[in-house]
């Protein structure tokens, strides 16, 4: 049976690629993701620049930086709280333990579960990192007020929540707290 083609009065509203109120190159509802794209292509070029003379990039950073919090991780919460694809987080894994900033062992109770923690020249490297990202940061957002900052943070909340793929990459992400996930009943 052939599908039915809405008539007129049933179609969606078209939305049109300019602005409405003629603020932004195109409609907001585009120009939004447009600028969160450009946003984080530029910050992790700037940034994966900036810690290459620690030997690290934006990847490597983002997996010792949730080391540093969590201490011990399986690679499934660092896929939650890095919100990396599980591939290339096992690579960046190989990594870090091969330069000796992380070092892998098998959980008691499920041998196929690996646990990965930072080692003391982990943490040391993870902190001079850290330097260079809070400089970054700073200038990105220095300019920005405080108040505007925080609504932008909700916003981009508000994107996570429509764009995360499961509810505990969702918390991970919003709430980077192993107890928001636990008082969900989300599995780490």
């Not at 694809?85 to 196929?112: C, F, P, W």
């Not at 260079?132 to 909700?154: C, I, K, M, Y």
């Amino acid at each position: 049976m052939a599908e039915e083609r809405p008539t007129d009065e049933r179609r969606a509203p078209r939305r049109t690629s300019t602005d409405p109120a003629g603020e932004f190159p195109f409609d907001v509802i585009d120009y939004v993701p447009h600028l969160i794209a450009a946003i984080a292509q530029f910050r992790d070029s700037t940034l994966d620049a900036a810690l290459r003379e620690h030997g690290l990039n934006v990847g490597r950073y983002r997996v010792l930086g949730v080391l540093a919090r969590f201490d011990v991780c399986t690679m499934t919460e660092l896929a939650n709280f890095t919100a990396i694809d599980r591939t290339t987080l096992t690579r960046i894994a190989d990594q870090l333990v091969a330069s000796g900033y992380v070092e892998r062992s098998a959980d008691a109770k499920d041998r196929r579960q690996v646990r990965l923690a930072l080692t003391a020249s982990g943490r040391e490297i993870h902190r001079k990192a850290l330097l260079v990202v809070f400089d970054l940061n700073g200038r990105v957002l220095g300019a920005v007020p405080d108040g505007e900052s925080r609504t932008a943070a909700r916003v981009l909340q508000e994107i996570v929540r429509a764009l995360a793929p499961n509810p505990t990459a969702e918390k991970s992400i919003i709430y980077y707290s192993r107890e928001a996930l636990r008082e969900d009943g989300a599995q780490t």
